[in-house]
């Protein structure tokens, strides 16, 4: 797994090159923001249950269809399954934020979850809904608790995910 330091040695070593001014004001930048990286990251590991509940609190008020008979959420089984994915995607994005680095989500999620979704009818766009939610509530529980954050970080693996889903566009059955 790749981090943003490791990223960005990497490039220079594929170069050739010492690290440059820009190399170095990069690393500042990572080190700097890290205690605020690892805060969010702990409100996460801390409120993941209550941050997936909100988020799908939200979905379902939105779209009350995908609970409702025929909806991809209807049953206990598909519901939990569809809580599950959630908690996976914020999980991962928590991964995403500490390593500053969203192109580990290329590998760990988004590479065969496509064929995955499509084979079992999973449709894409509630799930990009959800996955957008999961930043919002998490931006508004880093605002609460007075995190100084720049929300553009802390979005910014969530929406590299619900860019690679929406890529893909999965109608419910």
């Known amino acids: 797994m790749r981090d943003a330091i490791t990223g960005l040695i990497g490039r220079y070593d594929q170069l ?3 690290l440059d001014r820009d190399a170095i004001d ?5 080190y700097a923001e890290a205690a ?3 805060a969010v990251v702990e409100l996460i590991n801390r409120d993941a249950a209550e941050i997936v509940r909100e ?7 939105a779209d009350p269809e995908l609970i409702l008979p025929g909806g991809n959420a209807y049953t206990t089984r598909r ?17 995403a934020l500490v390593a500053d680095d969203v ?6 999620v988004l590479n065969g979850l496509d064929d995955t979704y499509k084979s ?19 931006c508004e529980k880093a605002a609460e608790a007075n ?15 619900c860019r690679g889903l929406a890529a893909t566009n999965v109608r419910a059955r």
């Open 36 to 38: 605020d990286r690892l």
């Open 103 to 108: 192109t580990m989500l290329n590998e760990r």
């Open 147 to 161: 995190l100084t954050v720049a929300s553009g970080w802390v979005r910014a693996p969530f929406e590299h995910l």
């Open 55 to 61: 988020a799908a609190q939200r979905l379902w008020l």
């Open 16 to 18: 050739g090159r010492y």
């Open 79 to 95: 519901l939990s399954a569809c809580l599950r994915d959630m908690d996976y995607f914020l999980r991962y994005a928590s991964y």
């Open 120 to 138: 079992l009818g999973v449709p894409t766009g509630p799930t990009v809904r959800s996955i957008a939610l999961l930043a919002d509530v998490v």
């Open 26 to 30: 990069r690393m500042n930048g990572y």
